[in-house]
């Protein structure tokens, strides 16, 4: 939303015609999933220990229907939800969901295959994110 207000406040400065400037692309319309909310993870706190745990989850990154962060599992093709350590994020870049480590660092697109450390969680198990069972990933999965 804050590009379409953006480029709302450029056409409010400019002319009245549809053109560009010489040399200069037409500003980029919005699309649907530009606009696509960021999608939903499930953390552990400032204070949480940290998962530590030597499991391995092989699978590829997905944004399930209620719109969090997930891995669809090599070994059986199930969704596993993630609970992932505090400070990382997830957000829309390009129409496909980005999740960046807690220094900022781009971890993995949605659709990349991933290998995460980390072991079975029920800590989290009302989140709305949560499903059958969940994940809890380390603070430095096992392909980074």
Do not use: Y
Request: proline share 6%; charged share 25%.
């Amino acid at each position: 939303m804050a590009g379409m207000l953006l480029l709302t406040g450029v056409a409010g400065c400019g002319s009245s015609t549809d053109e560009s400037p010489a040399g200069q692309a037409p500003p980029k319309t919005a699309t649907a999933e530009d606009s696509r909310m960021p999608p939903r993870m499930i953390l552990r706190g400032k204070d949480d220990p940290t998962a530590s745990l030597l499991g391995l989850l092989p699978g590829t990154l997905v944004v399930t229907d209620e719109n969090c962060v997930a891995v669809r599992s090599r070994t059986d093709g199930k969704i596993v939800a993630l609970n992932w350590g505090h400070g990382w994020t997830a957000r829309v870049e390009d129409g496909r969901a980005v999740v960046h480590d807690a220094q900022g660092k781009v971890f993995a697109r949605e659709g990349d295959e991933v290998s995460l450390g980390g072991g079975a969680s029920d800590r989290f198990a009302d989140h709305p994110c949560a499903g059958d069972g969940m994940f809890a990933v380390n603070d430095a999965p096992a392909d980074k």
